[in-house]
């Protein structure tokens, strides 16, 4: 009980405990019990008997739920694609926020204030609408921009099986690195001008300063943004739902979490789905664990 | 320290509730007893067209039973899994319009109702084709009445093959021939497409050369999507994808229909409910008369399968099954139903007598044949024995998925080698016996 | 001077080159567009500063506009007229067919939308700015152990308890009602963590000591000094919060199957399932995706500082 001595009263454990109560039960609802359940739901399954048409008995099947998901093609196959998808994103994401951010801190930008609105408009739009934008933009007939690539000569369907990666890749650029910008550009006008007087003086050029002094000083957002960008991508469910409507090329288990929805709303599996999601919340916990130590690490040097 | 406690022990009782109460299907409900008198508000849902008008009609005739329609998605949007979640959550409609092929599945999940007892059986069910009650009688009980019978049959552009000095195809080998006449005469054009997402028209399509894809001996069910009848139907289409006689598309996207309105396409591989399709996408480009209806071509014989198809049935989730039964019976047997649907497509309809009124109320002069006369024909032909299995989703995701690869080097044959893996695997993990 | 006007036809090209510049492009900034800047930062320099960024702009703006055009047209214009024109101006009877569709249902969803943002932003902002202000100005046993739920709060992926939740929730038969979003909604844990940062910062200790002195309990504080003082912090939190309930599409895509509760997000993109079979869904899909964006745009226009500060907030460690 090495209760420190509070030099105010009422600011101790009882009134702390009114405090965060409403927090932490809408917590343990919303998330502790949710999960406990699946983790229950994911050691039982469904058995039938005969040719089916009977009921449905349910018993105890250990981890078999977990080595019917993993030995499922198409969930690995969504896993290994989430990984190429994240190859492909975060660089260009990253990169596209952190070389607009300097571009916009550089001495001679004008109208840095319209820049910014423009460039964050695209997070004001929900991903349910950006992912049917870009839908329509991506298809033959509707879209400028296939008819622009078209009257250059270049036939692209942005949505057949070898760019519809890519497409979706953009659809999250398009949304993200905005907001990304922001925080980035922020930081950087957290940078004391001293310093960059200083090296003006020495004669760095802009580029010089930009590679050497700006962009160390914002590798801790830089961090943040990655490490939040990386839990995102996990996430990814929206903009396939919404994309699989116009092509074949997005089947319904293209990531985990369309794998779990389908296991439960059209394989009616629920303890699978159940497995699914487990293993999805372990990755992005295991996943965020790895980044923060890795950021760290890459900060203390 | 008291919170802690709390959160535990909070999280052992949902434990404990979540063991004693099983899987969480929800709470279960119990059909009711039969009453005597089918009164009471029933809920309707459906995805086909005009069903509103029928309910209006329904609650226009009599005032026992009211009856509220919904509308919603087909089953290629999600339709199928909106209403198995929500008969699983207890609160599904009273009356549900199920396709064949996805009909075994709902009632293996113990979704949907056994009618006997509410139903008039020897002036209903007892009356159609014993092809077409088979696929509405499982473990001996009838568990919908059938709506339409679809019958597969082959449309074609006459003006089209007319100008390439192609016949209509009888055969398989006659289709094959009229499209390279065809692709000589105009390279870009295509006599048919192979559409990606209908996996039930490739059943179809195998069905009609004799396969079974799934078939049952004594408790145990077999597969048969690698069968020899199936093979040589992928075989063959494969060869027509590769010879650009048929196009890699989805069926009803703006692909397609700006393949129909310009003239791209002489061909369309369908049903009898093709024809409101088909007319809605080609008459803006002044194709009228130029469109007729034939059978679907055969490997000698002539053979018809199924397309398509729904039946309507009581689901778990009703509380008053004997007037959502009554309602049933009107939907699917009376004239009256038909007739107040209107014009809402080419119905070719299971209950003896029902297709002459439907027939009535659709205006077939679009179309440059009688095409009515053509679906008897096509209908006289259906090969007997098909059986759809208790979990055709398994099969039908597995092959849109592997389908939709066909565009970038897949093959037709590989996609059915993977998709009989996933059913195959499906089975097992039902706890079901399969061989194949 | 540097030309900020926005030539419409030839920019989505444009786009797709930045596009491709941007693939592969290492962290660490890129050239911007060869050049040699000298001190005084000459014409071409600033030139090509200015230009890129107009080009990144373009590619955030474009889309959005097409929206604007896209809903101006019927389905045949939609198809049969180049992007960025005003085609036969439909937008009229687009918006009558929206409005029409289902007997009003589109209002219903956008009233469903703002009912389950709004319960989250003003009351989750409430739970999550009680707690972190509980983080921030008391002590009490194991406090770093309960941020550190907190945190693992943060780092689950909304998406990966949504299926756990349906599960639990048809357990106790909630699933198809409001309750189903509006539990979920109160529970941001980074609103916790924001809520921390703000009180900190927007709070002086010595003013609740005073207040103590006073002889005010540490509740009539909270709601009379603490909250007041962090409103700038609470408002931003509630906006993040109602932009993520608003954007949230997963969790109504599963709990619910009654169309009347239906967030806008959710009923749009059924739309958009009918438009597949029925061609005429399309130009109904893009006018209510443009009357649903409206309010946002709007809103986060007029609030822009909120979102500022929040965003760096939560990035300063």
């Not at chain 1, 048409?53 to 969930?75: H, I, M, P, R």
């Not at chain 1, 916009?104 to 319209?114: E, Y």
């Not at chain 1, 910014?116 to 695209?122: E, S």
């Not at chain 3, 349906?166 to 009602?177: C, D, E, K, M, Q």
């Amino acid at each position: 009980m090495a209760r420190k001595t509070s030099t105010m009263s009422g600011t101790g454990g009882r009134t702390a405990a009114l405090f965060l109560f409403p927090f932490f039960a809408v917590f343990a609802v919303a998330m502790i019990a949710p999960v406990v359940y699946s983790l229950v739901l994911s050691f039982y399954a469904q058995q039938k008997s005969g040719l089916g048409f009977g009921g449905a008995k349910t018993s105890f099947v250990g981890l078999e739920n977990y080595v019917q998901v993993f030995q499922s093609e198409t969930f690995t196959g969504g896993l290994g694609r989430l990984a190429l998808y994240c190859l492909i994103y975060i660089p260009c994401m990253v990169g596209g926020a952190v070389v607009f951010a300097l571009l916009l801190d550089a001495t001679v930008a004008r109208a840095r204030k319209l820049f910014q609105l423009l460039v964050f408009l695209p997070h004001a739009v929900p991903g349910v609408i950006a992912a049917l934008i870009w839908a329509y933009l991506y298809t033959p007939g509707v879209s400028p921009l296939v008819q622009a690539l078209q009257s250059g000569g270049i036939q692209l369907n942005f949505l057949d099986a070898h760019l519809v990666l890519p497409s979706i890749v953009n659809i999250a650029v398009w949304e993200w690195t905005g907001y990304n910008v922001i925080i980035l550009f922020t930081a950087l006008q957290a940078v004391p001008r001293e310093i960059l007087e200083a090296a003006r003086v020495d004669g760095a050029g802009e580029i010089r300063a930009a590679l050497s002094i700006k962009f160390p000083l914002i590798l801790p957002a830089l961090s943040v943004i990655i490490l939040f960008t990386v839990i995102g991508t996990l996430q990814l469910f929206t903009e396939p739902s919404i994309i699989s409507k116009a092509t074949a090329s997005v089947t319904s288990t293209w990531v985990p979490n369309l794998w779990a929805y389908d296991a439960a709303f059209n394989r009616h599996n629920l303890n699978q789905a159940a497995a699914a999601s487990i293993i999805i919340a372990l990755l992005a916990a295991g996943l965020s664990l790895a980044v923060t130590r890795f950021s760290s690490r890459m900060n203390k040097a | 320290m008291k919170r802690r406690h709390l959160l535990l022990s909070a999280a052992s009782l949902l434990t404990s509730a979540a063991l004693l109460s099983g899987c969480g299907t929800g709470p279960a409900t119990t059909p009711s007893a039969p009453s005597g008198e089918a009164s009471g508000t029933i809920t309707f849902w459906s995805s086909l067209a005009g069903m509103d008008k029928v309910a209006e009609k329904f609650n226009a005739s009599q005032d026992k039973i009211k009856v509220k329609f919904e509308t919603i998605p087909n089953g290629g949007n999600g339709g199928y899994a909106k209403l198995s979640t929500a008969i699983t959550a207890g609160n599904g409609p009273d009356v549900s319009t199920i396709e064949y092929a996805q009909l075994p599945q709902f009632v293996s999940n113990g979704q949907v109702q056994p009618l006997d007892g509410f139903i008039d059986k020897a002036n209903t069910v007892d009356k159609v084709s014993e092809q077409i009650r088979g696929l509405v009688q499982f473990d001996g009980k009838s568990h919908g009445l059938p709506y339409d019978a679809a019958p597969m049959v082959m449309w074609y552009r006459k003006d089209l093959l007319d100008k390439a000095g192609a016949t209509v195809p009888k055969t398989w080998e006659e289709f094959e021939a009229a499209g390279k006449k065809l692709k000589a005469v105009s390279p870009k054009s295509y006599l048919a497409s192979f559409y990606p997402n209908e996996p039930t028209l490739t059943a179809a399509l195998s069905w009609q050369a004799g396969a079974k894809w799934f078939s049952t001996e004594g408790d145990s069910w077999k597969l048969g999507l690698r069968d020899e009848a199936t093979r040589k139907v992928s075989a063959f289409w494969q060869r027509m994808i590769d010879n650009k006689i048929v196009k890699v598309e989805q069926a009803f996207s703006d692909e397609w229909s700006a393949d129909l309105a310009n003239g791209t396409l002489a061909g369309v591989l369908g049903a009898n409910w093709s024809a409101t399709g088909i007319q809605k996408r080609t008459e803006a480009s002044g194709q009228k008369g130029k469109w007729i209806a034939a059978e679907a071509p055969n490997w000698g014989t002539p053979a018809g399968a199924f397309y398509g198809g729904s039946s309507f049935n009581v689901t778990k989730s009703s509380k008053n099954p004997t007037a959502a039964a009554k309602f049933i019976e009107f939907l699917a047997t009376s004239p009256e139903a038909v007739a107040a649907r209107g014009n809402t497509g080419s119905a070719y309809l299971a209950y003896p007598g029902l297709t002459k009124e439907a027939q009535k109320a659709f205006d077939a002069g679009y179309f440059g044949n009688d095409i009515y006369a053509v679906f008897d024909k096509a209908y006289a032909t259906i090969l007997p024995g098909w059986q759809w299995g208790p979990n055709w989703d398994v099969t039908n995701t597995a092959l849109k998925d592997s389908f939709g690869a066909l565009t970038t080097g897949g093959k037709i044959g590989d996609a059915l080698d993977s998709s009989s893996d996933a059913t195959l695997s499906g089975f097992k993990q039902n706890g079901l016996s399969v061989k194949e | 001077m540097i030309t900020e006007t926005v030539s419409a036809p030839s920019r989505p090209s444009a786009g797709v080159a930045r596009r491709k510049h941007d693939d592969g492009s290492r962290p660490g900034g890129k050239r911007p567009g060869g050049n040699r800047l000298s001190r005084e930062g000459g014409f071409a320099s600033a030139f090509t500063v200015n230009a890129l960024l107009v080009l990144g702009c373009a590619y955030m703006v474009l889309p959005v506009l097409w929206l604007f055009f896209a809903a101006t047209k019927d389905t045949a214009d939609l198809y049969g007229t180049p992007a960025y024109s005003l085609g036969r101006f439909a937008f009229v009877e687009n918006i009558a067919a929206v409005i029409g569709q289902d007997g009003g249902i589109f209002f219903r969803w956008m009233g469903n939308s703002v009912l389950y943002a709004g319960f989250g932003a003003v009351l989750g902002g409430l739970v999550s700015v009680m707690a972190g202000y509980a983080f921030d100005k008391f002590q009490f046993r194991g406090k770093k152990a309960w941020f550190g739920f907190v945190l693992l709060g943060v780092l689950i992926p909304n998406t990966a308890t949504v299926l756990p939740m349906y599960l639990l929730a048809s357990v106790f038969g909630i699933t198809n009602t409001v309750w189903a979003i509006l539990i979920p909604v109160l529970c941001n844990p980074f609103g916790v963590y924001l809520a921390r940062v703000y009180s900190s910062s927007y709070v002086p200790d010595e003013t609740l000591e005073a207040a103590r002195v006073d002889g005010a309990g540490p509740v009539r504080s909270f709601f009379s000094l603490g909250l007041p003082m962090m409103m700038p912090g609470f408002i931003t939190i509630a906006l993040f919060q109602f932009v993520g309930v608003w954007n949230n599409f997963m969790l109504p895509l599963v709990m619910l199957q009654d169309q009347q509760l239906l967030p806008v997000s959710v009923g749009i993109s059924i739309w958009q399932g009918y438009s597949v079979p029925q061609p005429e869904f399309s130009p109904m899909v893009i006018t209510a995706s443009l009357l649903s964006v409206i309010p946002l745009l709007i809103a986060f226009i007029m609030l822009q500082r909120f979102w500022k500060s929040g965003l760096t907030a939560g990035s300063v460690k």
